[in-house]
Every structure is written in structure tokens, then in C-alpha cells.
């Protein structure tokens, strides 16, 4: 119960830190382009395995299938897409080599399916067509001259079990992740913070709160008298000499 009360206490604390961490997390977010995505699946499967050992053959094209998923992001079949018969825009990869892979990584990926010949490829554009494109050169490569990425031989095919699907939307950034991201991030901080400074002295908000003055009590009894009464008057006896400097000093 008191924990409850101490947190509750200090909402204003947790919310300027969640207030900081959102506003990060939307300039970060927003500086980023944003890109569709373009899915496709394709299968690998051997032919002419009869009479072979059907655990052998599956574990054949499982291991086909994780080659092909890594040889995806290689150099040689990065040049074979740019010099593919699609519409792809070479300008996108601009740069020396190493910019130009490290670029083409951040645009492609490929997953192979375990205990299986499946491989799921995923391609990231800021222009829907041209994540299309490169989808469907990457699986017309695998599909055409996967023969140079592999020792069986022929007996290899692929097929495409889903053509690319491009997104309606950008998935990229990824706005719920990010949102998670600052809620925990801001979570964390401020409970590190409170429980460092728990003091009030030392809460945070995002607006300066007005103090409620009160009155002083060290205020003159005068200041504080009905107005109705009246200060007392002395009034000279005019008895008195005037200009007398011992009755003025008494």
C-alpha cells in the first residue's frame, strides 16, 4: 500500500521522463525512412532421389535451403540482382562495395525454415515497385542459376510457393516496437530515478506548479488589528515647554 502511495506520489516524475523518452523516440523514428516490404516463399527440392534414403534427401534440402538463404546476402548474387533483367534502380545502391553490401543487407532478408526446404524472403524499399522488383529477381536467380551456388548438380529446383507480396503500409520503422521501446526505456529510468532521489525536492514536471503562499506568521500584531480600532495618538501637553530638548528626550 505505501508503495502504491509513493509511486502515485511521484506520477509526475514517470510522466516527465515518459513525456522525454516519447519525444526521442518520434524524432528518431521519423528521421529514418520509411520503407514497404515485399514477401515471397520459395521451396528447394531435390529430383531423381528415388530409392535414396528419404531422411537424407530431407536433410539435403534443408541444408540447400540454408545455403541459399546466406548465399542471398553475398556480393556475387547482390551483382547478379542489380544486373538482372528488372526494373531495378542502381542509384539506390550507391557508394563503394562496402556501402553498397551493407545497404543491400538492410534491404533483403532471407530466412530458411527449419526441418524443411522453405525459405521465406522478405525485401525493404521506400518505393513499394521497387521492392517488388528486387523480390522477384531474387527468386527468378535462385529459381535460374542456383547451379552456381551448389554441387548436386541439376537435380536442385526451386519454386516459387508465394509470389512477392508487397505491404499496403511501411513496416519500417516498426511504430509498435518503437512505442514499447519508450515506454520501457522511460519506465526504467524513472524508477531509477525516484529511487535514487526520492526526496520531493528533487520531483520533475513538466510544468512549474504554483506554490501556495501563506500568510506570515511573523507579521507585525499592528498589521493584524480590526480597522475599527484605531492606532493610539499621543498628543503633546501643552503645558509643556515646546522646544524643550529634556522633555523630548523624556
Known sequence: ME????????????TFFFVIFL??????????PFKYSAKSKIL???????????????????????????????NSFFNLVLNSDFSIEKDYFNGDSAKQMKIWKQTVSAKNVENSGFINITVYHSSPNQAKQIALAINQILMTQNV?????????KVVVIDEPLVSNYPVQPNLLINLGIVVGTSLVFGFIY?????EEKYSLSLFKSKKKTKPNSNLKHDFLR????????????ESEPQGNIRNILH
Open 3 to 14: 508503495f502504491n502511495q509513493f509511486i502515485r506520489s511521484k506520477k509526475s516524475t514517470l
Open 23 to 32: 519525444i526521442l523516440g518520434i524524432l528518431i523514428t521519423f528521421a529514418q
Open 44 to 74: 528447394v527440392i531435390q529430383e531423381g532421389a528415388s530409392g535414396v534414403d528419404p531422411f537424407a534427401v530431407s536433410r539435403s534440402v534443408e541444408y540447400l535451403s540454408s545455403l541459399f538463404s546466406q548465399v542471398v546476402y553475398s
Open 148 to 156: 552456381n551456388y551448389q554441387g548436386v548438380g541439376s537435380s536442385v
Open 194 to 198: 525516484i529511487y535514487l532521489f526520492p
Open 226 to 237: 480590526p480597522a475599527s480600532q484605531k492606532e493610539p495618538v499621543y498628543e503633546a501637553d
